[in-house]
């Protein structure tokens, strides 16, 4: 039987790649070079199935121009904002995601934004490593304990059960927002908020753990900066475009917040240099969900859900 062709964008673990080679005639990408726009459209007319990561950007007019050759796009990624849905489901392309195998990792780099910012581990960092450290006393270099501290989650889907988990772990009060208050046994004692406005006036950290759409986009600005407790800490590992990395660096700046632990921005790769140029903010480059098992997880979930698809059935994972 003719194996169906498979593209592969970006480079993955050496065992999701062999796994890939066995199963599909797949396209690799040795080099694991950026595609273009136009380049992606290329590759993706060869095949029947691509497995991106967020990396490759599949908006209306890619999906457009594709043509009706390609029948599903199994994502490297839980996050799907980088694919046009609508026109994906429009096109009569299936659309797969690679939910819970990260939700560990992000929440361990979650807990890593939250103490980078709250124990100044970016300036003690560049400290060290410079040369610059030849001064101590107990007046240096003091942050701010999360013992006892609140932890506010917005988004208590997977990874934010993951991060309340752990941020129990040190001795932190857990509230939440969310579309639904979750059953007692998953909500575990955590404190539900029905508005987000109510979240923000007891989030002493605030984590973020949604998913980007049109309607949030930016959610956290200069009025909801505001409504946050004076000093509070801001963690982002979701998505960069949740913020306005404007009014962030207004907030960092003035003092209305200790600091922020930025694993996600929304120019990426780079970041943002007006973050970049302050002492307070603990800047990570998107790397959530890299860990070599999480990596594993992630190829192997998208091939599970290729296969499925070329078995003829629906993907548990579809979501288009
Ligand atoms: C995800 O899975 O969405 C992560 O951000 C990595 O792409």
Same mark, same amino acid.
């Given at each position: 039987m003719t194996k169906p062709k498979l593209l592969i964008t970006r480079k993955l673990r050496p065992v999701v790649e062999k796994r890939a080679a066995r199963d599909y005639d797949v396209v690799l990408n040795h080099d694991d070079t950026v595609f273009s726009s136009e380049e992606l459209i290329s590759a993706c007319?060869?095949?029947?199935?691509v497995l991106p990561c967020h990396s490759e950007h599949f908006s209306a007019e890619v999906i457009e121009a594709i043509?009706?050759?390609?029948?599903? %796009?199994?994502?490297?990624?839980?996050?799907?904002?980088?694919? /046009?849905l609508a026109a994906a489901k429009a096109a009569g392309v299936v659309v797969t995601n690679t939910p819970d195998v990260l939700s560990d990792a992000t929440a361990e780099i979650a807990m890593l934004c939250m103490l980078g910012a709250a124990r100044r581990g970016a300036e003690g960092d560049a400290m060290v490593r410079s040369g610059q450290w030849t001064f101590w006393s107990p007046a240096f270099m003091v942050g701010r304990q999360v013992t006892a501290k609140r932890f506010g989650i917005l988004g208590m889907g997977r990874v934010g059960q993951v991060a309340a988990d752990r941020a129990r772990g040190f001795g932190m009060e857990i509230h939440y927002h969310n579309r639904s208050r979750l059953p007692a046994h998953l909500e575990k004692g955590a404190i539900f908020h029905n508005t987000l406005e109510s979240l923000l006036g007891c989030s002493d950290v605030l984590s973020l753990h949604c998913p980007v759409t049109v309607d949030n986009?930016? %959610?956290?600005?200069a009025r909801t900066l505001?409504?946050?407790? /004076?000093?509070a800490i801001v963690v982002n590992?979701?998505?960069?475009?949740?913020?306005d990395e404007e009014a962030l660096v207004a907030a960092l700046t003035s003092g209305k917040l200790f600091a922020a632990g930025l694993?996600?921005?929304?120019?990426?790769?780079?970041?943002n240099p007006a973050l970049a140029a302050l002492p307070n903010v603990f800047l990570l480059p998107?790397?959530?969900?890299?860990t070599e098992e999480t990596r594993d997880a992630m190829g192997m979930r998208a091939l599970d859900n290729l296969d499925v698809f070329f078995a003829g059935e629906d993907p548990g994972d579809r979501v288009a």
């Open positions: 007319r060869k095949v029947d199935a043509g009706p050759g390609l029948k599903i %796009i199994a994502n490297h990624s839980v996050g799907t904002d980088h694919v /046009d986009a930016g %959610i956290i600005s505001a409504l946050l407790p /004076d000093r590992t979701a998505r960069g475009a949740l913020i694993d996600v921005f929304r120019v990426e790769p780079v970041g998107h790397i959530g969900s890299a």
